[in-house]
């Protein structure tokens, strides 16, 4: 199935000790670029995480975000430095002594110098967070994904009908260029017959003519591979995911031929209609760039 590049996916994973929110939106990007922001107690889950989601993307500017909120009361616990408040300790009394004074300070006092009493956030319990927010990722990208394929869909049947569109122009072009060699074949005959006034016309210089001119006008080569690019574009869409690059290789062989059109034709309804032809590739080469 057809996959947009870009697409948004949410999941909440909330047990009775915490609550994990995962947000994964996308936009299109030509190579896979994710970046994964996570609160700092979750930081070493970072490759794990970017490891999960090459499941579900191949290509695509991709943002992960991941809130994590504690449903205990404290997660953080105190710690006393009993080693550096002696040293401290050992430190003032020494003072003292040099200077012949009183130590006169107090416990708080002492309890306010650095690293005496420090706050200390709790080890979690890994394999219980890493299950959690496994989870919360593996549903958040599922849905993710989901919106890509619908966004997808509305993207091939967008291209399918400027393809209409492509093979509508392609047979006027067909239709219209033996006429115009017709219409040219009359002009010269009838330039040919108002220089030789009563002088019989030589048929073979006629053909000749007609066949240097065929030559330079002649489009149905282009039109033929132009119709054989719509219909490679068609089943490409078809195969599957991690088809974009693909479709705008084809894409640009469309605009190839659509440009060999517009140059050798020398007929007005030709290329305006060839003008057309470019106008619906580059709009379909605009989705194309939405495509993974």
Known sequence: ????????????????????????????????????????KLSYFDTSIRTMLKNYISRGKVDVFVTYEEYKDSTVCVKLNESIAKEYWKCLEELAGQLNMKNDVSILGLSRYPEVITLEEQAIDEDAMWKELEEAVTRAAEKFVESRVLEGEHLKNDIIEKTDKLLELVSYVEKRSPEMMEERRNKLSAKLKEVLEDKQIDEAVLATEMIVYADKVCVDEETVRLRSHINNMRATMDEGENVGRKLDFIAQEMNREANTILSKANDIEISNCAIDLKTEIEKIREQIQNIE
């Open 1 to 40: 199935m057809l996959k947009s590049m870009t697409g948004f996916g949410r999941y909440e994973a909330v047990s009775e000790e915490r609550k994990v929110v995962v947000e994964i939106k996308s936009v299109n990007h030509r190579y896979s670029d994710v970046t994964v922001k996570l609160p700092k």
